[in-house]
């Protein structure tokens, strides 16, 4: 009756796992017996509750005991078939041996297809398995290894970064300059002659009597627009890269189902942010770099420049910044090497489509 309570018979509260089921098949094979299997339920099942097909078999007629056919409980243990499958009871945790024969007639067959379909449907746990197994924890150390190599200079650009935040106006016009014009370094001139097209100003269809004067590319536009800071980033990143190791893939075998998902969603997570990661780091690095703190003087120096911005080179080491009347920052440019990511990564993102 609908609201009875099910009566747990177990021992499945989870579908089986891969290793459980490997086992399963192992046995299946040495005995030609798969009513044998020790936790199987016996008797009925109970239809009306939901019942998932874990495993299927064929079992050839010369392996049976004196040849006689496999019981089907369905049937009240009656010799009836040689190819069926496992089901699992999701309500009630058991595990019941059918066959194919009899299953049609007793669940009918729209719900017979249903549960193929399902059963289709959960390939894919075993596959994100077997691609954390085979692809993924094997290379784990040699991702974590890429992105520890990349502390020095996330440290370096942290820092800097702090440095800048600490003269809010030379901050917001290197945001702006950032943002107007696809970061291009840009002054405004007065046009003589009357009305000319205002250019370069995104969404602007208007005249006006200014004219734009490009000065400069800003180079590194990650490192004044960057919202969530780079240590944040990357040790969430490193942090999952070290999840990934262990000493023995094939303890995958043994999770349930939301375990193996939870940690290929996160790997494939991981894989899809790192590179991103990188290169916005190293577009970061160009900010510090001895060009483009040029063209920031080179900028600051043309004479219709609307913004007090003072800037100097010391020894091509050193960029000081004094903005609108507000005091000197002094940003380091020696920002340590990055290294290359392995070609790991882009490896295994071609696989991340297997397990997504
Ligand atoms: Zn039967």
Known sequence: MPGEPIEFVGPYREAPTLREREDIQRFIDETGQPEAWPKLAKGKPDLALRWE??????????????GKLIPCCLCDDKPKFLEGAYIWGVDDGSLRCVGWCCAGNHFGGVRMRQMQRTFRNAQRYDQAAFWLMEAVMPVAEELVADLKALEPAVKHLTRERQVLHRLPTTEGLLKRACEQNNGRLTVEVEATGGMVPRLGLAGSGG??????????????????????????????LLKCAESLIYSDPLIVCTWSRKEVMDLSRQAAQLIR????????????????????????????????????????????????????????????????????????????????????
């Open 273 to 356: 942010e790192a590179p991103k990661f990188w290169a916005d780091l190293k577009n970061a690095t160009d900010f510090l770099s001895q060009e483009n703190a040029e063209e920031i003087q080179r900028w600051s120096r043309h004479p219709d420049m609307p913004h007090r911005l003072r800037v100097q080179i010391d020894g091509g080491r050193v960029l000081g910044l004094y903005a609108n009347g507000e005091g000197l920052i002094k940003l380091d440019l020696r920002c340590p090497s990055m290294p290359t990511l392995s070609g790991k990564w882009e490896q295994l993102r071609d696989t991340t489509k297997v397990a997504a």
């Open 207 to 236: 005249t006006s009597n200014f004219t734009t004067v490009v000065v400069g590319q800003l180079r590194g536009q990650e490192f004044v627009r960057g919202t969530k800071g780079w240590r944040q980033r990357w040790e969430q």
């Open 53 to 66: 097909i874990v495993l299927q078999f064929a079992v050839r007629a010369e392996v049976r005991p004196e």
